[in-house]
């Protein structure tokens, strides 16, 4: 279907509730706009052209994956398969999200990969990753003595990512990527999280109940306490480096920065981590809660004008850089 200029082959749905308040029977005809022009979502059913005979929706009942039945958390729209450690999709992407490049960014290992390794009975969870050998992946379909030494490589050179990172990959739930580094900068190390009790959990900046309760929970299974303890003995980095404590500081604390145009003397990425080691917050968009703008070449003629509207002042790379000393 042509809708604001491109084929539509799916729309969103998003969860139950939506589909009952729109009342869709199996075969009907529903009205499809894109949500801001992007998103394709379903807005409403054309009841005039619905079968009489035509039955309301069902929902499933069960994981499709393991037949676990799933359950719907309090003041939440989804509902989750509650089997953590034995459903195969959660299995593998958990695994995934751990490999992934802004994680533990282990090379020669993508999704496709992580699949084959668990079909091939050698990965049940993250810490079977550190006890894989050559011998057991060069055998498999698609690998040859280079691609299966690449893999093995990339394995043991994440045990130098920093422990921000290896926060992050842990897949707790409600912990982003800024989130971690917050987290970790703030307790040090993973012993003195885990030992953390649920009011200290919640003084930490933008930890609130539902992540403390998370977070608290996460430790407190057997599964994950085993799995963090294999971690540990593969040599991961459980707690903040000298050198990146060193680096931070409050400078920027309580801002919010937006980053915009090209740069000279590092990356944006670079000077994202910057504003983050140095308390600030890297925001997407100008508003009148922006700070200041870190303007590099070429910033977009709509962003200055935005910033001079609203008073936001102009930061060049080396003011930054000056200001951080």
């Known amino acids: 279907m042509l809708l604001s200029g491109t084929i539509v082959k799916r729309a969103s ?3 139950e509730d939506i589909i009952r308040q729109l009342d869709i029977h199996d075969n009907d ?7 801001g022009e992007i998103i394709p979502k379903i807005t409403g059913v054309n009841v005039d052209n619905r079968d009489m005979f035509a039955s309301p929706v069902t929902f499933i009942s069960h994981c499709p994956a393991c037949g676990t039945p799933l359950i719907r958390i309090d003041g939440e729209a989804a509902w989750v398969c509650p089997n953590k450690y034995g459903c195969p999709p959660q299995i593998a992407g958990r695994i995934s999200h751990f490999v992934s490049r802004r994680a533990m960014n282990i090379d020669g290992i993508g999704e496709e990969t992580v699949e084959q390794l668990i079909s091939a009975g050698l990965l049940k969870n993250i810490a079977d990753l550190y006890d894989l050998r050559f011998e057991q992946v060069v055998c498999l379909d698609r690998f040859a003595q280079k691609s299966a030494q690449k893999l093995i490589d990339g394995i043991k050179a994440s045990a130098a990512v920093p422990f921000e990172r290896v926060l992050f990959a842990l897949s707790i739930p409600g912990i982003g990527e800024i989130g971690a580094k917050k987290i970790a900068r703030t307790v040090k190390s993973l012993d003195n ?14 930890v609130g109940e539902g992540l403390a309760d998370n977070i608290v929970e996460y430790f407190a299974d057997e599964n994950n306490r085993a799995i963090i303890a294999r971690l540990r003995a593969a040599g991961l980095q459980f707690e903040i480096s000298t050198e990146t404590e060193a680096a931070s ?6 801002k919010s920065i937006v980053i915009s145009g090209v740069f000279a003397h590092h990356s944006r990425d670079e000077y ?10 890297n925001v997407g968009s100008i508003s009148k809660k ?8 070429n910033m977009g003629p709509s962003k200055a004008e935005k910033a001079a509207s609203l008073g936001i002042p102009l930061i060049s790379e080396d003011d930054f850089l000056e200001m951080l000393k």
């Open 29 to 35: 005809m529903v009205y499809v706009e894109k949500g």
């Open 272 to 281: 994202k981590a910057m504003i983050e080691q140095n308390g600030g917050k």
């Open 290 to 297: 922006t700070d200041f703008i870190l303007a590099g070449e």
């Open 13 to 15: 749905l998003h969860n």
């Open 249 to 254: 500081s409050d400078k920027l604390a309580g």
């Open 193 to 206: 999280l885990i030992s953390m009790p649920h009011d200290r959990l919640m003084a930490i900046e933008d």
